[in-house]
């Protein structure tokens, strides 16, 4: 297939450009920048230089162009979110930029179109010890200061679902985590002791970008039209357990203990690290996508240098 991958040079998309030529596809990549452009010729892929959220500008870049499929992978998260405002910019991307997204795929002819979306979209909440499942409800409305981040999780499946004439489907994506900018950035907080391990902490449910990127082709060329899918790897972990984890892998002296309570200043970094429990299944993707993760845990991950 030819390609449109939207956040090309993003965490996820310089990773799943890769594995997209690797699988026999072409990529027709939208990146905003000329050094982003450069960087997507030199992999291999034609760039489109364009800003998804000007919606003139993208459809004028891609006129002429041709396509079979769209992945939307563009966010604007950098690092580990402390406060709800630094998830705005992506809560836009999510749902006007898949707005602009889904004209641009009728414009080049696609008729496939795969999202990325979030674990998290199944609530910042305790889940308990059960797996939780696609069968879950999902981004619900009523959770306060989270309620804009769930419109927009919301906004992205029911556009990309209820298109006429689009194979919709959707990727609820563990926390990533690999040899990339986002841990290399937390590994380095840990050797400054500027990440510490809350007490009590909550459980997340991780996925290497390898193992994203290869579900995400796996998806794209085996994907049931209308599903949204669980990415993650076969071990949720508790948060202080992966900053320990991380800490251990740059080589970083033992992290501080902080009581959990101490991050509530910080509303968002303290429902992810302290508030949230959750156990994420993937067993639909591996049945349906024939797709496994090549690192089934952080243990094996966490093993790159840095």
Request: aromatic letters at 8%; hydrophobic letters at 45%; proline letters at 7%.
């Amino acid at each position: 297939m030819n390609v449109l991958l939207a956040g090309a040079t993003g965490t996820l998309g310089s990773v799943l450009v890769r594995h997209l030529l690797a699988a026999g596809h072409s990529v027709l990549g939208i990146t905003r920048s000329g050094g982003g452009a450069r960087r997507l010729a030199e992999a291999g892929a034609v760039p489109v230089v364009a800003d998804m959220m000007d919606r003139e500008a993208l459809l004028a870049a891609l006129d002429g162009r041709q396509a079979d499929a769209v992945v939307h992978e563009a966010t604007a998260i950098t690092g580990l979110p402390l406060f709800h405002r630094a998830l705005y910019a992506t809560d836009a991307l999510r749902d006007r930029g898949t707005a602009h997204l889904l004209e641009a795929a009728k414009l080049v002819g696609a008729h496939r179109f795969v999202t990325q979306s979030f674990f998290l979209g199944y609530g910042y909440r305790d889940h308990g010890e059960a797996p939780v499942t696609e069968e879950r409800p999902f981004a619900e409305p009523g959770q306060g200061a989270f309620d804009p981040h769930m419109r927009s999780m919301r906004a992205n499946e029911e556009q990309v679902f209820g298109a006429p004439g689009i194979e919709g489907i959707s990727l609820r994506y563990g926390m990533f985590y690999g040899p990339e900018a986002s841990t290399r950035k937390l590994m380095d907080m840990t050797r400054k002791r500027m990440l510490p391990v809350p007490d009590p902490a909550g459980t997340v449910s991780l996925i290497h970008i390898e193992d994203a990127a290869s579900a995400t082709v796996a998806a794209l060329e085996r994907g049931v039209a209308g599903r949204p899918y669980n990415v993650a790897d076969d071990h949720p972990v508790r948060f202080d357990d992966y900053v320990r984890a991380l800490a251990a892998a740059a080589g970083a002296p033992a992290p501080l203990r902080l009581p959990s309570a101490l991050l509530r200043p910080m509303p968002y970094m303290y429902a992810l690290m302290v508030g949230t429990r959750i156990r994420l299944s993937s067993e639909r993707a591996k049945r349906e996508l024939g797709w496994a993760p090549a690192y089934p845990s952080y243990r094996e991950g966490l093993t790159f240098s840095t």
